[in-house]
């Protein structure tokens, strides 16, 4: 990823970061994305599945391609089939989810670091795009920092932190640690993008100050506002606030705008179902 001016990024979500609400966002600042994490086993061996859950559009660009592994000749063959159409291979190593204990992989492959070493020394040995890996933090700094810089050895070009530990799953409840995330920055020589705590521009404006990071990502903020990038706030965070175009944006809109996306670019019902309670409220 280029230097330049901070990149402002669609993260990776399960069944939500498909392809109409990437380019809804695109549109509203953007600057890029990432896919829904892929379960590479399932995306090589089901054609249905790669159809459904993999879409883009010579638009869509520059795109993450996100899955999660354990098997790094799984992971390649998956990597494989998307190399033209992304920017960047990334491997998950970040969702926290029961579902990704049971299945041995994300957050959960933290308890063993030679796994993720051989993952992404496969990938990045072998294919023409670079390799970019999205993690959660240690509960110790160091451990954290041991860990960014083993993924940095093993080929890893880009590196999202979010700023919680695997078990500090409610951001509602347990605030990301940016000073974590500017450790990892200052430790290795790789862009380093920041997860955590962003609900509008004013926090894109801080976490990028004092994190250093090239970028932040957002996620469950963009599902309510997928604008947020673009400077404008929903109407819970503009009323205290000088209502000037902040306040001008409905979230109605905003749907109508995703569901004539879904026209352009099918997906499955339970995806636009996800964005529909989330944009009109759950």
Not at 178 to 196: D, F, H, M, S, T
Not at 268 to 279: E, G, S, Y
Request: proline letters at 5%.
């Amino acid at each position: 990823m280029k230097q330049g001016r901070p990149k402002l990024i669609v993260a990776p979500m399960v069944d939500s970061s498909e392809l109409p609400f990437r380019m809804l966002c695109r549109k509203y600042g953007a600057t890029a994305a990432y896919t829904p994490m892929l379960l590479a086993r399932i995306f090589n061996e089901n054609e249905k599945y790669r159809s459904q859950e993999f879409t883009t559009c010579k638009e869509d660009r520059p795109l993450f391609v996100q899955f999660c592994a354990n098997d790094p000749d799984i992971l390649l063959e998956a990597a494989k089939k998307v190399e033209p159409y992304c920017d960047y291979v990334d491997i998950n190593l970040g969702c926290p989810q029961r579902i990704a204990k049971r299945g041995n992989y994300g957050a959960f492959l933290m308890d063993d670091l030679l796994v993720v070493k051989s993952l992404v020394e496969k990938l990045a040995s072998s294919l023409q795009v670079p390799v970019s890996c999205k993690i959660r933090v240690f509960p110790k700094l160091e451990d954290t920092i041991k860990y960014a810089r083993m993924l940095e050895d093993a080929g890893c070009a880009l590196l999202a932190v979010h700023g919680r530990t695997r078990d500090q799953k409610d951001q509602r409840k347990v605030r990301a640690d940016w000073k974590i995330i500017k450790a990892v920055r200052e430790a290795v020589n790789i862009p380093v993008l920041a997860n955590g705590n962003v609900r509008h521009m004013e926090d894109v404006r801080n976490c990028l100050a004092e994190t250093g990071a090239e970028g932040v990502l957002s996620a469950e903020t963009l599902l309510e506002n997928p604008a947020v990038f673009a400077g404008y706030r929903t109407d819970e965070w503009a009323k205290d606030e000088n209502r000037t175009r902040d306040a001008e944006l409905d979230q109605g809109d905003l749907l109508v705008e995703y569901l004539k996306r879904c026209e352009k670019y099918p997906v499955p019902w339970r995806m636009i179902r996800a964005h529909v309670h989330k944009l009109l409220g759950d």
